[in-house]
């Protein structure tokens, strides 16, 4: 049997199989919901980090004398550090498994707090910043994977977007005490979410899905009974993920090159796609450097953290509940129309008080484009992303794809992070001006290639995206 012949098999095989998940997952158990705590505070742990170069760069700064580039490098170093766990975060989670990359990830959370809190130099702070940054790569993907592999299709969604609900807090938490607490004890702060997870993954599930790949019949069917509750009839599920995997067994094995074939180009370009509109959109930027932003519209930046602080959450929890009310495409096409107009609503701000216009009003535009921007950011665009992209990628190329996805985030991320202080010094009306050009892009995308996965089980989402070109 050829290549080709062995993957249409594998395509048609899906097609086949890919209703079979309907009748016994749908329940939600307290162990999915304890299992899906416990991932998401490394999803915390990244609010935090994010957080941490806003409220802490006026301390950093005159305590240890750091320049302008200095502090750009500082901050970057996070999405620096975050490329390289993408490099490795699909592999590492294939091989010791979901449980085992967030173990393995928070090693190098906990040296980079430790590493920022008592460092004397830039070196000790890049390199605690880096090794934290290295931490998030691999959360990134390993989170809203392991989400996603062990929640019920009807509300995998809202679970998945726990995700950036809790980053959301993270962030806000960070945004709030940074205005009283000093910088190296807020780093300190940062190991309590990392030590409380190390402790509760011990007693949670490894994903069902993964175990079926390894072979592992009898723990996936163990791991299944313990998410579905000890009642549920687990067979049909359990069978379907054995199917799934002897279909991809008689295939070809994958290989990074492999997702560049035809039929993978629709999952592609959708999943890198979104993650370029987050990044470059301009999030990354606007979230690690805040209180810059506010100083340079004229707002008091302590009073602006706060303000965010309390808008997020509430916003996140918004997003959470209408992933599943509204579906995946109409929620990101609203949070990009925000972003669109708040970023237009910045460009303008600046360019007023650029020429001596509205003085008395534009520290209030301020606050409310970027205040704006950010809220929209956390109701949809934050989280779908990576939703979406544990979705949309079949078992035989997830390492691969996840890989190559969450790399071209981190890329990105790392680019405007670093570039976006300087940006902001040349030309704040030309630098929003510009991502308000992205996001209206992002919305021509979003409606020409983003399907709707509400309500739909991982294989159909699947197999119907493989045979989109056929």
């Known amino acids: 049997m050829t290549m080709s012949e062995n993957q249409r098999n594998l395509e048609a ?13 749908c329940r939600i158990t307290v162990a999915v919901l304890f299992s899906t705590f416990v991932s998401v505070c490394g999803s915390f742990c990244f609010g935090c980090a994010a957080g941490y170069s806003s409220v802490a760069q006026t301390g950093i700064i005159n305590d240890l004398g750091l320049s302008v580039v200095q502090y750009s490098m500082f901050g970057s170093s996070m999405t620096f550090g975050g490329m390289f766990g993408a490099i490795f975060s699909g592999k590492v989670s294939d091989l010791i498994g979901r449980k085992g990359t967030m173990w393995f990830a928070q090693v190098f959370c906990i040296g980079g707090w430790l590493a920022i809190a008592f460092a004397q130099d830039t070196i000790w702070l890049d390199a605690g910043r880096f090794s934290t940054g290295f931490a998030v790569g691999l959360f990134s993907y390993v989170i809203p994977v392991y989400i996603a592999e062990i929640t019920p299709k009807h509300v995998r969604g809202a679970f998945v977007f726990a995700n950036q609900l809790m980053q959301s807090c993270g962030c806000s938490l960070y945004y709030v005490i940074g205005n009283f607490v000093h910088w190296r004890n807020l780093a300190l702060i940062g190991l309590i ?10 007693f949670i599930p490894e994903s069902p899905r993964l175990l079926g790949k390894w072979g592992r019949e009898k723990e996936c069917r163990a791991s299944l009974q313990l998410l579905r509750g000890d009642d549920a ?6 069978n379907t993920i054995k199917e799934t995997m002897a279909l991809f067994d008689q295939g070809p094995k994958s290989k990074i090159m492999d997702l560049f074939q035809r039929r993978y180009a629709p999952s592609l370009v959708i999943g890198v796609g979104l993650m370029l509109l987050q990044q470059l959109s301009g999030s990354s930027g606007i979230m690690f450097y805040v209180g810059s932003v506010f100083d340079k519209g004229g707002f008091p930046s302590s009073i602006g953290s706060m303000i965010l602080a309390v808008i997020m959450i509430p916003k996140a929890i918004l997003g959470l509940i209408l992933v599943e009310k509204m579906g995946r495409r109409p929620l990101l096409l ?3 129309s925000g972003m669109c107009l708040f970023s237009l609503f910045l460009a303008f701000s600046f360019s007023f008080r650029s020429y001596g ?19 929209s950011f956390a ?26 996805v969450t790399l071209a985030n981190w890329s990105f991320s790392w680019i405007v992070a670093f ?26 995308f979003i409606y020409a ?22």
């Open 233 to 238: 009839d687990v067979s049909e599920e359990a």
């Open 334 to 336: 609203a949070s990009t």
């Open 193 to 202: 979410p990392c030590v409380l997870q190390v402790v509760t993954l011990f």
């Open 449 to 470: 290639m983003v399907p709707e996965t509400k309500g739909r089980t991982l294989e159909d989402i699947q197999a119907s995206l493989t045979d989109f070109l056929q």
């Open 357 to 375: 216009m509205l003085d008395e009003l534009t520290p209030i535009f301020t606050c409310i484009g970027v205040v704006g921007f950010l809220s």
């Open 379 to 404: 109701v949809g665009m934050g989280g779908l992303p990576w939703i979406i992209m544990s979705e949309i990628f079949p078992m035989n190329v997830k390492v691969s794809a996840g890989t190559l």
């Open 13 to 25: 095989g899906l097609l086949l199989h890919k209703n079979r998940n309907d009748i016994n997952e």
């Open 419 to 444: 570039a976006y202080n300087f940006m902001i010094e040349w030309n704040a009306s030309g630098t929003f001006l510009i991502f308000f050009s992205i996001c209206a892009a992002g919305i021509v």
